[in-house]
T-cell receptor, first 112, second 113 residues
Framework: QKEVEQNSGPLSVPEGAIASLNCTYS??????FFWYRQYSGKSPELIMS????GDKEDGRFTAQLNKASQYVSLLIRDSQPSDSATYLC????????????FGGGTRLMVKP | GAGVSQSPSNKVTEKGKDVELRCDPI?????LYWYRQSLGQGLEFLIY????????KSGLPSDRFSAERTGGSVSTLTIQRTQQEDSAVYLC???????????FGAGSRLTVL
């Protein structure tokens, strides 16, 4: 079992719809959770971080964390074609220094 | 510098040759990370530096891989006797004192023929 699992996709949504990206992790000791966006041929960039159970909203993005279920998700409201990218879930353990463990990423395609 | 700088951006080498990849982190960032990304895959952790020391080398795939960091700044990842399976994009990231936000460089794409 991979430490951080994501559906590779592609996830295809129409412009204006809500895109829902999911991630599960295996280590119950994980404390910090991140979503990175990676455009094709580019390096990852941080879009959201979440540390406690519940929802965290930032503009069109909402991160959701459920530690009991070991599940973290990212919702993108009013999806735009410019949101088309690969979204990487990353997890940090509480005792693993500052190394982030990444999932394989979900490719999102937003169709005009 | 303003961002994380990596060189070379592209490297094509023959199987069996040694390669060196360089990372220049953001000025003042004490933590530096190397990841590897194969085509269509996620990021695979290689090694992490805090200052010049490497508390976590667990991700280095074999003894052909080594990394060093000098002066708490520039880091070099060396791959000896390259193999075709080493072909990937090698990404470097840095953060301020190991804080949560990692800033990535543009990567070095390595192709081993």
């Amino acid at each position: 079992q991979k430490e951080v699992e994501q559906n590779s996709g592609p996830l295809s949504v129409p412009e204006g719809a809500i895109a829902s990206l999911n991630c599960t992790y295996s280590d119950r000791g994980s404390q910090s959770f991140f979503w990175y966006r990676q455009y094709s041929g580019k390096s990852p960039e941080l879009i959201m971080s979440i540390y406690s159970n519940g929802d965290k909203e930032d503009g069109r993005f909402t991160a959701q964390l459920n530690k009991a279920s070991q599940y973290v998700s990212l919702l993108i409201r009013d999806s735009q074609p410019s949101d088309s990218a690969t979204y990487l879930c990353a997890v940090r353990r509480d005792n693993a220094g500052n190394m982030l463990t990444f999932g394989g990423g979900t490719r999102l395609m937003v169709k005009p | 510098g303003a961002g994380v700088s990596q060189s070379p951006s592209n490297k094509v080498t023959e199987k069996g040759k040694d390669v060196e990849l360089r990372c220049d982190p953001i000025s003042g960032h004490t933590a530096l990370y190397w990841y590897r990304q194969s085509l269509g895959q996620g990021l695979e952790f290689l090694i992490y530096f805090q200052g010049n020391s490497a508390p976590d080398k667990s991700g280095l795939p074999s003894d052909r891989f080594s990394a060093e960091r000098t002066g708490g700044s520039v880091s070099t990842l060396t791959i000896q006797r390259t193999q075709q399976e080493d072909s990937a994009v090698y990404l470097c990231a840095s953060s301020f004192n190991g804080a949560n936000v990692l800033t990535f460089g543009a990567g070095s794409r390595l192709t081993v023929l």
